[in-house]
T-cell receptor
Framework: DGGITQSPKYLFRKEGQNVTLSCEQN?????MYWYRQDPGQGLRLIYY???????QKGDIAEGYSVSREKKESFPLTVTSAQKNPTAFYLC?????????FGSGTRLTVV | AQSVTQLGSHVSVSEGALVLLRCNYS??????LFWYVQYPNQGLQLLLK??????LVKGINGFEAEFKKSETSFHLTKPSAHMSDAAEYFC?????????????FGTGTKLQVIP
């Protein structure tokens, strides 16, 4: 079955550490997105990529970085510069029918 | 510019009762409108989508939504709530921006279904 796989499901980060969240899709979609979800705030766009080797900042890109070396993969790195990284992170890709979301990664700073 | 307002962060209904989740949007161009559902610790799943073909849109799990341009609304309804409908629901508006679909999500409405 086609879909988006995010890993890990739960991730714990120590202060000052960089961590990378994985997102892989086998839907052959060109566009991929990373969203951050906090309670009561809906989804906020971090980064998006419309094509391989190209990506754009979203509304809250500070403290995050991405790469898009392959069509199937769009990893997100949460750097130590992100002061409040505890959140639920969702990866998505789009077709004409709308977004397909992964099942998310819950990141907690310990 | 575009925005979405979901009225009511929490809605409670009895099992078997009508479900009504409200969404109002603003958009400078004719929009695409969506409703998504999210179960705990999962991603969002598309319920239905409005793309100007018909004002009444039927989705999965018995949900439907009506696009009312005069009211700038896209409310989600279901005639009879089931326990399995308990989840968080997000309304979203989308428009083409520089070749990609810019999507703005509402802040979500948590639906509680009371037995």
């Amino acid at each position: 079955d086609g879909g988006i796989t995010q890993s890990p499901k739960y991730l714990f980060r120590k202060e000052g550490q960089n961590v990378t969240l994985s997102c892989e899709q086998n839907l052959n979609h060109d566009a991929m997105y990373w969203y951050r979800q906090d309670p009561g705030q809906g989804l906020r766009l971090i980064y998006y990529s419309q094509i391989v080797n190209d990506f754009q900042k979203g509304d809250i890109a500070e403290g995050y970085s991405v790469s898009r070396e392959k069509k199937e993969s769009f990893p997100l790195t949460v750097t130590s510069a992100q002061k409040n990284p505890t959140a639920f992170y969702l990866c998505a890709s789009t077709s004409e029918w709308g977004y397909t979301f992964g099942s998310g990664t819950r990141l907690t700073v310990v | 510019a575009q925005s979405v307002t979901q009225l009511g962060s929490h809605v409670s209904v009895s099992e078997g009762a009508l479900v009504l989740l409200r969404c109002n949007y603003s958009s400078s161009v004719p929009p695409y409108l969506f409703w998504y559902v999210q179960y705990p610790n999962q991603g969002l799943q598309l319920l239905l989508k409005y793309t100007s073909a018909a004002t009444l849109v039927k989705g999965i799990n018995g949900f439907e939504a009506e696009f009312k341009k005069s009211e700038t609304s896209f409310h989600l309804t279901k005639p009879s709530a089931h326990m399995s409908d308990a989840a968080e629901y997000f309304c979203a508006v989308s428009r083409n921006s520089g070749g990609y679909q810019k999507v703005t999500f509402g802040t979500g409405t948590k639906l509680q279904v009371i037995p």
